[in-house]
Each structure stands twice: as structure tokens, then as C-alpha cells.
């Protein structure tokens, strides 16, 4: 079995635009997390009935992907690339930016004016360095196309990778699992995570054992790369986020909305959004 090697508190929360109050639970400058850079909790948050859609306004990406898992609310998306979509409660939207994309991300036109609780999370996968300037892609996984396992006193939604013999739908570069699972009070679980990946676990809402330790509200645990599985057990009414994948061995350079692998990459990247290179909004 792996073995819990540390366990991060929640930072503190900051906003994203006017409509995303998130907590960066995993950063760049993480250990033991490749090839996952950020993962943006937001929420839950209670937000008023308005006219006017709240959210993030156009802003580029190069260089690796966005996944934005919504868990109550509605997020409406549009690119430089012609997609765009609106995905609720249980829906998953997979962006490919690669070699650029400039977009937008709103709470849902229905939402905003109904008002209600909001609360998603977006993932940062790393690509390989052979992919970085690769074509955008688009993925809209709709809650009905993400397959749902079965485990003692709870579920895991498979949104990308595989549960024993369950695929998830999402497309990947490389070799991930992004398990959504959820727990009842001594709901409990050997969950499938390679040897040789990195393992995160977040917990989103109430509390997990692994072993004699304790993953609360809030907090990151990463994972050792030797051992085959995760032994866990919910103290409580539970929701966490299980990501594992195959470390990517390649330098990582960070800047804002580009994620390269040299500095030079990174300057080339602002020039090419400046230049309008990767498209954009009207």
C-alpha cells in the first residue's frame, strides 16, 4: 500500500475573478504532485440572485490542461478555439490549451439570476514537453457519460483513467486517474492507485483515515510512488478528490496562465498572446 509522505493545511482563500472564492490546495511548487500543477477549490459559497454574470474574463493558457468539475452551480465557457458550453452539477469540461487558447469562464446565465451555492474545483495537468504546442482540444464530460463504481458505504465517479475494469471518458496525454468519490460515515475503500504514480487526495468535505492518519476538511495528502493502493476510511460524510499519474521528468516553468518548460518558452508564450497569436474574444 502507499504511505501517506505529508499533509498540507488549506491556505487561505483569495478570489479568482468576481465569481470564483477558491483555496489553492496543490501548487506548482509542490513535491511529490507531477503531473498535477494547481487544483482551485472554490466554494461552497452562497451567491445573490444578479444580472450581470460573475466570473473571470477572457485570459490565455499555454502549455497544459484545465479541468473544471463542477459540484453545485453552473459554469458557462467560451474560447478563442470556437468552443464553448455550460456544464452543472456533476459535469466535467476537459481543455486542452497546449499551444494556446485564449477564454472565459461564467457562473451560468440561469444561476446568476436564480442565485444559489456554488462550488467547483479546476484542476492543472501538465503536458509533456512534445505536446506543449500541440492543437487545443475541448472535452465537455456530462455527468451522464462519467461512470459511477460502486464501493462499501459510497461511490467514485471515474472522470478520466480506470477503477479496476471501469474507463473514465476523458482523453489524456498521459497515464492520470481523477476519481470523484463520496462516503458515508465508515464508508471505507482499497483504492486502485499505481505503482510508479504520484498520489493526491483532497478532501473536500468531512474526513478520511489512511492508516492511523487523518486527512481532514481542507487538507492535501501526497503519496509515496512505490506501493500498489490507498486503504481509506471516512470518519464522516466525506467528499475528496483522488488524483494519481505518472510523474512527468521535465523541467516546470511557471508564469501566470503559462506553464513551459524554459523561461525563454514563457517569453515567447506573453509575445504570442500580446501579438494576439492565440486568438481571441469579441
Given at each position: 500500500?502507499?504511505?501517506?509522505v505529508?499533509?498540507?493545511?488549506p491556505p487561505e482563500p483569495h478570489w479568482v475573478g468576481d465569481g470564483f472564492p477558491v483555496r489553492s490546495v496543490i501548487n506548482p511548487n509542490m513535491e511529490g504532485v507531477s503531473p498535477f500543477l494547481l487544483l482551485d477549490y472554490g466554494g461552497p459559497m452562497e451567491f445573490s440572485p444578479a444580472d450581470v454574470q460573475k466570473g473571470v474574463d477572457s485570459h490565455p493558457h499555454r502549455g497544459f490542461e484545465t479541468v473544471t468539475l463542477v459540484w453545485q452551480g453552473t459554469v458557462d465557457h467560451r474560447d478563442s478555439s470556437g468552443n464553448k458550453g455550460s456544464i452543472g452539477p456533476g459535469d466535467v469540461q476537459w481543455m486542452t490549451a497546449a499551444s494556446g487558447v485564449v477564454h472565459e469562464?461564467?457562473?451560468?446565465?440561469?444561476?446568476t439570476r436564480n442565485g444559489g451555492v456554488f462550488e467547483v474545483a479546476q484542476l492543472w495537468v501538465n503536458l509533456p514537453a512534445k505536446d506543449k504546442m500541440s492543437q487545443p482540444k475541448y472535452q465537455e464530460l456530462l455527468k451522464s457519460s462519467i461512470p459511477v463504481v460502486d464501493l462499501h458505504g459510497g461511490t467514485a465517479r471515474i472522470v478520466a483513467g480506470k477503477?479496476?475494469?471501469?474507463v473514465g471518458p476523458a482523453k489524456t496525454f498521459t497515464p492520470i486517474n481523477v476519481w470523484d468519490i463520496d462516503l458515508e460515515d465508515g464508508g471505507k475503500s482499497t483504492l486502485p492507485a499505481p505503482g510508479g504514480h504520484n498520489a493526491v487526495i483532497f478532501v473536500a468535505h468531512g474526513k478520511l483515515m489512511v492508516g492511523?492518519?487523518?486527512?481532514?476538511?481542507g487538507e492535501v495528502a501526497t503519496f509515496d510512488m512505490e506501493g500498489d493502493g490507498i486503504e481509506i476510511e471516512a470518519v464522516a460524510g466525506t467528499k475528496a478528490l483522488v488524483l494519481t499519474g505518472e510523474p512527468i521528468d521535465e523541467p516546470v516553468v511557471a508564469h501566470g496562465?503559462?506553464?513551459m518548460n524554459s523561461f525563454e518558452e514563457i517569453r515567447q508564450?506573453?509575445?504570442d498572446y500580446q501579438s494576439g497569436k492565440m486568438g481571441v474574444l469579441d
Open positions: 500500500m502507499k504511505q501517506i505529508s499533509i498540507a493545511r469562464e461564467k457562473h451560468g446565465a440561469e444561476f477503477f479496476g475494469d471501469t492511523d492518519e487523518e486527512i481532514a476538511n496562465p503559462f506553464v508564450a506573453v509575445y
